[in-house]
């Protein structure tokens, strides 16, 4: 059942999310090429959340080691940070949640190291500008697979795939919940109605070949089946009657 969040229940996810948005800024601007490491940036990420009162919403949850997922190239996502150092070039995913208050909020956002190609950084581009084309159908009346389609058109339409195996999701009290599939690829007119109220992530994985993915050993980490690169976007929105709202800025 899909649980519909109150203008106040909204404040509180906001200031989940605007933790989110810190820790990743912060995240980001402590990359150094050549030095920094997906584990140093997973401690900062933890010692931002804590700083913050809240409680990094994946340490532990079903199992994953880690405050932040850490995808580098042509890992999709929940990379799980290690300690190689990070390259110029390479592209970096940051994928976290907070819970603060009994609120999550979830985010996430791919950023080059250092100076990167004009492939990787179209790639970023056109994964960031999908996302943002998907929020804008989220309005109440709309369908989640206005949504979706809204986000595989355009992606599909710069020449790359949308990964199937991975989904946004609804957010609140818990960090996965109803709707629990936001797809980035469907069709428009399909799915549940939107409604205000809702709370949810929607999150386009980008992959620039296949959009075929396999796991690692871990059992987390997800790469691209041929090797290319992937980039992942994601903001937490709420569905009002103004419109769609985004939680996760500073």
Known sequence: MIVLKSRADIEKMRKAGRVVARA???MSEAIIP???????LDALAKRIIEEAG???SFLNYRGFPASSCISVNDTVVHGIPDATALLEGDIIGLDLGVQLDGWHADGAWTYPVGT???EAQRLLNVTRESLFQGISKARVGNRIGDVSAAVQKYVESNGYSVVRDLVGHGIGRNLHEEPAAVPNFGRAGKGEVLREGITMCIEPMVNAGTF????????????????????HFEHTIAITREGPEILTLE
């Open 34 to 40: 050549g030095k920094t490491t997906p584990a140093e």
């Open 24 to 26: 990743l800024r912060v």
């Open 212 to 231: 075929k993915v396999v796991t690692l050993a871990d059992k987390w980490t997800l790469k691209t089946a041929d090797g290319s690169l992937s980039a």
């Open 116 to 118: 990167i190609s004009k």
């Open 54 to 56: 809240g409680h990094p």
